[in-house]
């Protein structure tokens, strides 16, 4: 199985920050990578697939890169909206798996 | 508008049985890949099975291989997971997702309310 593994577990940050959340895969799963947003209570929210392609309707503030092992999602000036949990997902191969999760936190 | 509506979640003893259904609307549910993910309380989220458009393929997690059952009926826009020999470590939201496209190798765009597996004597 592929194991994803997302750093850092905790992240403070300020409004206006800009941030970066890292996702490594144990090997290589291309660029077969979504990352989703939860708030609690809520389901998931689908922001970006295919390493780098933006959902519709999602903030152009939110971008993500890598291919291979290495992905990250970066937030170029954080909102008060955009605090919340962050999870990377890997669709390369079955089984599908998650990383543990980004909470990103205010400072 | 998609709509994912889950229902057949509750309190069941370990060792029983359920079956979750999702409801599926606003787009053409038999053209996507359709996937349950489960979030046990206070942890992260757990790929649990997906199925092809036809149904002719499912594929699943071997921490539920062989106890869940996964299907659909595309004439009824609907997704169903029959869960049994349930133990503490199935409590959990079951989410049902929907693909972004019509093949297994996907991102999953929208996603239900969740329904909530308690399994407990």
């Known amino acids: 199985d592929i194991q994803m593994t997302q750093s850092p577990s905790t992240l403070s940050a300020s409004v206006g920050d800009r941030v970066t959340i890292t996702c490594r895969a144990s090997q290589s799963i291309n660029s077969w990578l979504a990352w989703y947003q939860q708030k609690p209570g809520k389901a998931p929210k689908f922001l970006i697939y295919?390493?780098?392609s933006l959902e519709s309707g999602v903030p152009s503030r939110f971008s993500g890169s890598g291919s291979e092992t290495e992905f990250t999602l970066t937030i170029s000036s954080l909102q008060p909206d955009d605090f919340a949990t962050y999870y990377c997902?890997?669709?390369?191969?079955?089984?599908?798996?998650f990383g543990q999760g980004t909470k990103l936190e205010i400072k | 508008e998609v709509q994912l509506l889950e229902s057949g979640g509750g309190l069941v003893q370990p060792g029983g049985s359920l079956r979750l259904s999702c409801a599926a609307s606003g787009f053409i549910f038999s053209n996507y890949v359709m996937t349950w993910v489960r979030q046990a309380p206070e942890k992260g989220l757990e790929w649990v099975s997906t199925?092809?458009?036809?149904?002719?393929?499912?594929f699943y997690a071997d921490s539920v291989k062989g106890r869940f059952t996964i299907s659909r009926d595309n004439s009824k826009d609907t997704l169903y997971l029959q869960i049994n020999s349930l133990g503490a470590e199935d409590t959990a939201v079951y989410y049902c997702?929907?693909?972004?496209?019509?093949?297994?190798?996907?991102?999953?765009?929208?996603w239900g309310q969740g329904t909530l597996v308690t399994v407990s004597s």
């Open positions: 199925i092809t458009v036809s149904g002719g393929n499912a």
């Open positions: 997702t929907k693909g972004k496209t019509t093949a297994t190798r996907t991102g999953y765009d929208y």
């Open positions: 295919k390493a780098s």
């Open positions: 997902q890997q669709y390369n191969s079955f089984p599908q798996t």
